[in-house]
């Protein structure tokens, strides 16, 4: 159900990508959000960001919970490279934003902080638990094992990590614990895929540092 897209921007070193963004957590807009898109930049011709979309991570850079200037500071990091993987997050059930987005005047911005903080304040608040964590992949592999999936023995369920390895990758790292669920990796989407397919991306993952996508499940209380 929930519209999370992980956007691939291939573009020249140096050139930005293609938008701006509003929100941090130091300013009255706390959602890190697009405020607008360019119309000759990547991000229109590449066509899935549009204004109003939440933005999660760029290249691996958590935005939760970010100040204004660190996502500035991501955004001008970001330049330095052939590509940037941008994940967002569609509010496709709140219909507010107006279809022609690239066209609208920023007169309107107090109506798009506002669309923006009643979603904050929802009930889902489902983002509240993704964040990045970089794991530094051996030829042992990532270091743990997976449950769960599309069409499991339960049923459709998300992909959890089932088991943390001793010494492995995951363990090391120290932020990975079972039971988180695993929304992406290396800028790949696992959501909706069936175990052996999530599996299959996550072993194709090259050696070296890899950023997962992930999200905290508390336990109920």
């Given amino acids: 159900k929930e519209d999370i897209y992980f956007v691939v921007l291939n573009k020249e070193e140096g050139s930005g990508l293609g938008f701006s963004v509003a929100g941090g957590i130091d300013l009255e807009q706390k959602s890190i959000i697009v405020h607008r898109v360019f119309s000759k930049g990547v991000a229109s011709q590449e066509g899935k960001i549009h204004r109003g979309d939440l933005i999660l991570s ?51 911005r107090p109506a798009l902080v506002a669309a923006a903080t009643e979603s904050e304040a929802g009930p889902s608040g489902d983002l509240n638990g993704a964040i990045c964590v970089e794991l530094l992949k051996t030829s042992a592999g990532l270091g743990f094992s997976l449950d769960g999936g599309k069409a499991s023995i339960s049923g459709d369920r998300p992909l959890l990590i089932k088991r943390i390895f001793k010494g492995g990758a ?52």
């Fill in 58 to 108: 760029i290249n691996g850079t958590c935005l939760a919970g970010s100040v204004h200037g660190d996502v500035l500071n991501a955004l001008h990091q970001a330049r330095l490279h052939k590509y940037a993987i941008v994940v967002i997050k569609k509010e496709k059930d709140r219909g507010r934003m107006p279809p022609r987005s690239n066209e609208i005047p920023t007169s309107d």
């Fill in 170 to 221: 995951a363990e090391q790292a120290g932020k990975l614990e079972a039971g988180d669920e695993i929304l992406a990796i290396g800028g790949k989407s696992l959501l909706g895929l069936m175990h052996y397919d999530a599996w299959n991306i996550i072993k194709s993952v090259p050696e070296g540092p890899v950023h997962l996508l992930i999200r905290k499940h508390r336990p109920p209380e």
